[in-house]
């Protein structure tokens, strides 16, 4: 299996994303994890994720990093969630086609991710909400 996790920058469209073989508490705290190390190296600042209800983000035992905070959306709110719409930018990549390996169809995500975090204006247009844009003022 192949999941991507994903965060997004509402006011830069810069993105990050991790693919993993599952999705469950120890697989997003390893995201959380890299997530961290990337957009806070020396962990200095304090990075607040927006994040939905989902069991691996809510469990007691997950394990997040020092330096993230998670902010909880009030339940059965998607549409408030600034990365959901960057989930339809990384499907177009796989839509309507079929692979006979799942080796190929990383290789495709993978490239599709890569080619999102170098092309910050799509996905700010997809993930700059405007009330998101405004939250780290």
Excluded: S
């Excluded at 999941?3 to 697989?27: C, D, H, K, Q, S």
């Excluded at 995201?31 to 957009?39: C, G, I, R």
């Amino acid at each position: 299996w192949l999941y991507v996790y994903g965060f997004a920058r509402p006011a830069t469209g810069e993105t990050f994303t991790v693919i993993l073989p599952r999705v469950n508490v120890e697989r997003m705290a390893e995201a959380l994890a890299a997530f961290a190390a990337h957009a806070d190296p020396g962990g200095e600042k304090v990075l607040v994720l927006v994040v939905d209800n989902a069991g691996w983000h809510i469990a007691e035992r997950l394990a997040v990093p020092a330096n993230v905070r998670l902010h909880f959306l009030p339940p059965c709110t998607p549409q408030l969630q600034p990365v959901e719409p960057f989930w339809a930018l990384v499907r177009e990549a796989v839509a309507n086609d079929t692979f006979d390996r799942l080796a190929d169809l990383k290789r495709r995500v993978v490239r599709r991710c890569q080619r999102l975090a170098e092309d910050r204006a799509t996905v700010l247009g997809a993930v700059g909400f405007h009330w998101a844009t405004r939250l780290e003022r």
